[in-house]
């Protein structure tokens, strides 16, 4: 079995441009985001879109549903591309939204997205009261139907809690941890090992804000971070999530951030001196990079068969576990 | 191969009651209608309501999407539930809704519900000026997904320019001759001539308003007018459309001829005098009493096969003609 090429999380500006260069990036699958603020209306509409590009490029993408779907890309030289939502307004109020998300193709949801949402509190709230009442029956709702529950944005009670609660492994699909850098997105020792120990994933993010020295880190210095967490939480919890958010215009970052819970302008993790997309380090520009990152991992002290989990057969091995029915 | 009993149109007031009664039956598989004049987030609702019932009697049914869940349902003694909408409302105005409507498991939409749509027109329109611009693009749609164009409440013209305009076969689910009863619901000879050439399918419906002396309409007429159309247009172009409303308050067929297009009531095939559902022929009742028409049948001289046609085999060769996506 060729060993898999997956980005646990890409919210790219899409085109046939994207599509190309993940295919000369030999990259098999892409968790991509298809909504972050919008009602299930707004997020089907988006669904729309990418039906409309999988009718269009037929031989570089298609929907992907399910781990298997990962060897159909290997096997048709072609990108599987996996729905994921960083905010639970897809589901607006109704539970039964989750099936019916996954039914359309939903892979994975956060249960926040910086902020308080109706099922946990997101990173950038002064209190983490952990997950609600309608929180923990969405998570069971989930699991019951093969939605992972990603916790990338959420903040560390929250995620503790959904990672006890669930009764699958979740994710973290794009985050680093808070030893190499702090952020408010990036994740405690505590996090990672309670991550690790459950089964969980965490898939390395190589937006700025989320690097030592930001878009200046080298590349050294992130494979060497990816060394240690594997130290910390086992080789065979951890993936690429490089959050790739290529050719976006600086106003989606702004919708991002602020979506339609305030008048005003929160700069997340920029600020008003550095408000929109910072750019990306030299080493990974586009899908075309994976093999930069999977090079210089040979010199970490990672063993090849590690590197290839990091890669991305964990990925693989995690998808095959989260994508089905329950029972 | 087991003969399969399919009905090509229930809108029941579902209950454990009913879906005890399919198994009583020996119904393998039921077009249900999940949806009238509701736009697509009310669909969606009540398709949530579908999947609290699949989940609630997983041993009696199950959701249906393509031919081979016919055999399924008869492997493991339960009906499959395949969904239809009644009226196009369900993709609001928009054409990419067709895909995701098939997405969610729709496999029979009608042009139109009476009056004109978006699509074409009704059959209780004055005039009936045919496929509309946005009709002729979302029958080409729904022929690339694998939706099947259901023009059983449709008027005449818009009803042979579908049989014309649609690449593959289409359905009148739920209707009978006009030659038998003239009612603007059922159809001239001209459309069942052109349908069975094409090889599309009439499902005979029970509704008393399209049944000769309606409610008293005796079971011998009934198998006589089936043996009569399979000499118009075929014995391998019918079967059962029952449009069996079992359990109905008189509330839901005010909904279905008012929906939300008049302050007034219009009372549809009923009348001021007689408003509400009228009672099934004694013959009739329920879905145990499929295999009272069966019986009758062998007395009008079709063969047995042609009456296992009738009674689903028709049916099991269309679905496996019409479900999966073109190419």
Redesign the interface.
Known sequence: MTPARIDGLQYANWSEKIFRQMREGNVDAVHVTITYHEN??ET??N??QW??WFEQYPDLIFQGHTAADIQKAQDTGRTAIFFGSQNPSCIED?I??V??MH???LRFMQLTYNNQSLLATGCYEADDTGLTRMGKEVVREMNRVGMVVDMSHSGERSTLEAIEHSSRPIAITHANPSFWHKALRNKSDDVLRALGSSGGMLGFSIYPHHLEDGSNCTLQSFCDMIARTADLMGPENIGIGTDLCQDQPDSIVEWMRVGRWTKAIDYGEGSASNPGFPPMPDWFQDNRHFGTIEHALSATGLSASDIQGVMGENWRRFFLNSFAAEG
């Open positions: 299930f209306r089907v509409l669904i729309e039906n409309r109704d039964g939204l099936e019916v039914t359309l193709g």
